[in-house]
């Protein structure tokens, strides 16, 4: 670990901690929005609480671990390594756990006939691993060329997911109107631009290509994939929310409570 400057230090530190208060934010959320929404959408709220309750539980344990390998020096004006390593295996972990609940969420709010839907999960929940599994060796390597090797590799699943994504929402929003198909087509921008920002970081962190010097470097990707988190799960959640309220909206639905309530008697 190279030696930061309290400024840099802190920089990672304040965005880690930023990305628990959000991750536990949207965690209360999305737990609460569950009654807002008809029986049919709740499964896609029940994994945007998951995906940021298992990423706001790992963000606290890289909070931890990048505390403990960094010790401010005896003049106060830099960071040095404490020699206990900071663990990046978290951040993969919690991707393995939390990329296939998100595609899966997306994949229920864009109502395919059933079929069809568990066999798009399938390949896309198999595609996601892949990506992550194949990225892991890049990360954490530190001979370059590996890296960029392990980077390609890890892209071919990246682009195969996207693009799955990109068309089927596509054709899911050519048979809508007005809010839903606008939702739906922001949504896309956002996938593409949250997903995008991970290939991008993972290049910046790559110390031996010299793009960002080595500090730079360790910083560049915290902050880099804690940004992307926080905009890939919880942006993500709230614009899932938005799509089932306005699927609600244009189809008539109630909620099931409302149903649920006895007429006043007379
Ligand atoms: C909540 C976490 C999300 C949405 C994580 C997404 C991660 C990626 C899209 C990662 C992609 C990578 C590549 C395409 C190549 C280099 C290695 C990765 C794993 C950073």
């Given at each position: 670990m190279p030696e930061l400057s309290v400024f840099q230090f802190s920089l990672v530190y304040n965005m880690l901690s930023l990305a628990i208060a959000s991750m536990l934010g949207s965690f209360a959320f999305f737990v609460m929005a569950r009654s807002q929404v008809s029986k049919r959408f709740r499964p896609a709220l029940v994994m945007s609480a998951l995906v940021v309750?298992?990423?706001?539980?790992h963000y606290w344990r890289i909070f931890g671990s990048w505390d403990a390998a960094y010790q401010l020096n005896d003049a106060g004006t830099a960071y040095l390594a404490t020699g206990k390593p900071f663990n990046d295996a978290y951040r993969y972990v919690d991707w393995l756990l939390t990329v296939p609940l998100l595609v899966a969420e997306l994949v229920a709010v864009m109502t395919l006939p059933k079929g069809k839907r568990g066999s798009m999960m399938a390949k896309l929940i198999i595609a996601s691993a892949l990506m992550i599994g194949l990225g892991y060796p890049g990360e954490v390597t530190s001979d370059p060329t590996m890296a960029v090797v392990w980077g390609i590799l890890s892209s071919i699943p990246f682009v195969y997911i996207l693009y799955v994504l990109w068309v089927e929402l596509t054709k899911a929003a050519e048979g809508e109107s007005g809010e839903v198909k606008v939702l739906l087509r922001n949504t896309k921008l956002l996938l593409l631009g949250t997903w995008g920002f991970y290939p991008i970081t993972y290049i910046l962190g790559i110390e031996a290509l010299g793009l960002v010097g080595g500090a730079t470097s360790v910083v560049a990707l915290q902050v880099g994939y804690s940004l992307a988190d926080i905009a890939a799960k919880c942006g993500y959640g709230i614009m899932i929310y938005a799509i089932a309220r306005a699927r609600m909206a244009s189809?008539?639905?109630?909620?099931?409570?409302?149903a649920a309530v006895p007429a006043p008697a007379k």
């Open positions: 309750g298992i990423a706001g539980y189809a008539g639905e109630e909620l099931d409570e409302h």
